[in-house]
């Protein structure tokens, strides 16, 4: 995925849940996610376009590599963070767009009010300002008004949607397998790689010169690429059944070429039973009505079963 794609300069870090109940070491409990329960895969994506460059597949709490410029928000339990960040009542921060820096060397902390307090680390950003517009109601109205805001918050609202674009769309048209055995985690996972391969596709798909788009829309959805990708996948291959006993000749020498039952008229001796009585295998023979009309030879009813395997 690496190669076929050359991310832009924002790219967002988020992780993906595969839905699993069954009982595994890997199995991770989410509450505010809305699958709460599965295995959790790290993913880095394109901002802008949601094309997922690398995924990692959590198995644990692993060292990290140091020294990468990021956003992002970051609880305020977190250990490391000063004192007056992790006030649940920062001082100063009341009413919309209020908001407190916290500089420490090469990161910038910032807390800044929104509906809730909102905190978030950078190694980007310095104490850049901007503005976003809220709702805000003055004498029983709603009004949209320009709250300041800063760099910090903006861009990470702006650019984080990358990997939650990409499970979105994957989530449309997945495959999902109700399944709580332990082997079955391990087909869960491959399918959920296989759509984003399929996701990915797609969106080079859009991204190709030779891509028509008609208005602002995209010529082909992802549901038709689907499908077309898909038929272009089986192209044709109907799958072997190996239930039951394989037919000793085919479907139109079976028809066509053994004693087909019928009512002869005339009552004579059964043919299987003269030969299993020549044979000793039975004492009694019987006469019947039933035979074949294109031999001639006559079959009781405990031999009508029979007499597609007579030559």
């Not at 960040?85 to 009341?94: A, D, E, S």
């Not at 104490?127 to 760099?151: T, W």
């Not at 394989?246 to 066509?256: D, E, F, I, K, N």
């Not at 023979?285 to 405990?302: A, D, M, S, V, W």
Request: hydrophobic content about 35%.
């Amino acid at each position: 995925m690496k190669r076929e794609f050359v991310p832009s300069r924002q790219v967002s870090i988020d992780e993906c849940m595969i839905p699993f109940k069954g009982r595994v070491k890997l199995k991770q409990y989410m509450p505010a996610k809305p699958t709460k329960s599965g295995i959790k895969i790290w993913a880095l994506a394109d901002s802008n376009t949601g094309y997922i460059c690398y995924t990692d597949v959590y198995t644990g709490k692993t060292d990290r590599p140091q020294g990468q410029l990021a956003c992002g928000t970051v609880r305020k339990n977190r250990s490391g963070l000063p004192a007056d960040f992790m006030l649940k009542r920062p001082v100063g921060i009341n009413t919309w767009g209020d908001m407190q820096f916290f500089p420490r060397k090469a990161i910038s902390g910032v807390l800044w009010k929104d509906k809730k307090i909102v905190s978030a680390i950078s190694t980007i950003h310095d104490h850049s300002m901007s503005e976003v517009q809220r709702l805000v109601q003055v004498d029983g109205q709603f009004n949209k008004a320009d709250i300041p805001c800063p760099k910090i918050i903006v861009d990470y609202t702006k650019y984080i949607g990358g990997v939650d674009r990409a499970d979105q769309y994957i989530q449309y048209y997945c495959f999902n397998h109700k399944t709580q055995k332990w082997y079955n985690m391990y087909k869960r996972v491959s399918f959920k790689f296989l759509e984003i391969l399929k996701y990915n596709a797609y969106r080079l798909f859009l991204l190709s010169p030779n891509h028509q788009t008609v208005g602002n829309s995209p010529a082909m959805t992802f549901l038709t690429f689907s499908r077309q990708m898909t038929s272009s996948l089986i192209d044709g291959y109907v799958g072997i059944s190996n239930k039951g006993r394989q037919a000793a000749a085919p479907v139109q020498s079976r028809l066509t070429e053994r004693h087909m039952p019928n009512v002869v008229g005339n009552k004579s001796w059964c043919h299987v039973c003269r030969a299993k009585v020549a044979a000793g295998r039975q004492e009694k023979r019987r006469q019947t009505i039933y035979g074949c009309n294109e031999c001639g030879k006559h079959f009781c009813l405990p031999h009508k079963s029979k007499i597609l395997l007579i030559t």
